[in-house]
């Protein structure tokens, strides 16, 4: 059996290392593809792989037709919108992701961009605190969950709101549900994002729901850019010099945003809140463990395809 790794974004050495131990202790053979950037690359490296670990990578139906021994795909990580399930379904391929395994890295650098932000980029003039502050949590996953915990230490009020989690389970953790995403923004200084790109969330964030937000608002998306109604928040910050963006998910219309909004925008240039040793080394090892289990014992938990 093979095994293929296919990171445009690599893992940290250490977590490719660990994954090659559960790969090769299971008497598979592992082939690595990292860094790529022609599709051909991918297309040539999945011809004869029987699993395959990814990323963001994407994995559509012409990956699927180029890769005739597949039988499982595992994103290391969170949101699996990079994968077409339906034509992976098709192709019989069982696809999974890793639910939780780096959420805690990317709640950190929803941090590091907020005091970033508070502090005016660290241009050397006087900001703001957190501390106090209203933090709402636009989705209650594995990651809202953990920004909730940090956020605590950094003594702010934290409310939240997802569609899919009930109240009682947000409210367990000290933490204020309310009943729509429109009071979450009303409500809330800071708003981070951790919402799924799905066909219902796309452009979802749109003028409507980020205008009522109070004065000297911050959106922080490490979600995805999709979700995000960009021409909507170019014209909600024209019109709201007071309002702040920050994301580790460039937009597609970065250049603008840095344009108009110098001192209130920043993109980190590469999707990084999940880039961490210990978040690579936990999703990557997952992923490699599910695969051995997948392959040797037919087990299925974390399926996310039919
Ligand atoms: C995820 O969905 O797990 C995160 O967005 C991290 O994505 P990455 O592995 O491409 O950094």
């Avoid at 994407?58 to 339906?86: F, M, P, Q, S, T």
């Avoid at 990317?106 to 970033?116: D, I, R």
């Avoid at 979700?227 to 963006?245: G, S």
Wanted: aromatic content about 8%; overall charge neutral.
């Amino acid at each position: 059996m093979k095994v293929l790794i296919a990171t445009d974004k690599p893992f940290a050495k250490v977590a490719v290392d660990g994954i090659r131990k559960e790969i090769e202790a299971a008497g598979y053979e592992l082939a690595l593809l990292e860094k790529y950037t022609e599709k051909a690359q991918l297309l040539d490296a999945v011809k004869d792989a029987n699993a395959i670990i990814i990323r963001s990578d994407i994995i559509d139906a012409e990956v699927l037709d180029a890769a005739k021994e597949l039988k499982i795909v595992v994103r290391a990580g969170a949101g699996y919108d990079n994968v077409d399930l339906a034509a992976a379904t098709a192709h019989g391929v069982c696809v999974m992701n890793t639910p939780g395994q780096n959420s805690n890295a990317v709640a950190e650098l929803v941090f590091g961009l907020l005091v970033y932000a508070v502090r005016n980029f660290y241009n050397g003039t006087s900001g703001t605190e957190l501390m106090g502050k209203k933090l709402g949590i636009h989705a209650y996953g594995n990651v809202g969950r953990n920004v909730a915990r940090v956020a605590k230490g950094f003594g702010m009020e934290i409310y939240a709101y997802d569609a899919f989690c009930p109240k009682e389970v947000i409210e367990k953790d000290g933490v204020k549900a309310v009943d729509s995403a429109e009071e979450l923004y009303k409500t809330c200084n800071v708003v981070s994002l951790h919402i799924p790109a799905t066909a219902e969330t796309k452009n979802s964030i749109n003028y409507a729901l980020l205008k009522d937000m109070p004065k000297g608002a911050i959106l922080v998306n490490t979600a995805r850019k999709e979700v995000i109604n960009e021409d909507e928040l170019i014209q909600l910050m024209e019109d709201r010099p007071d309002f702040k963006y920050i994301t580790d998910i460039m937009p597609a219309a970065n250049a603008k945003f840095t344009e108009l909004f110098a001192g209130r925008y920043f993109s980190t240039p590469k999707k990084m809140g999940a880039q961490t040793a210990e978040a690579n080394i936990n999703a990557g090892i997952a992923a490699a463990q599910q695969i051995v289990g997948f392959l040797k014992d037919g087990c299925e938990k974390f399926r996310v395809n039919k």
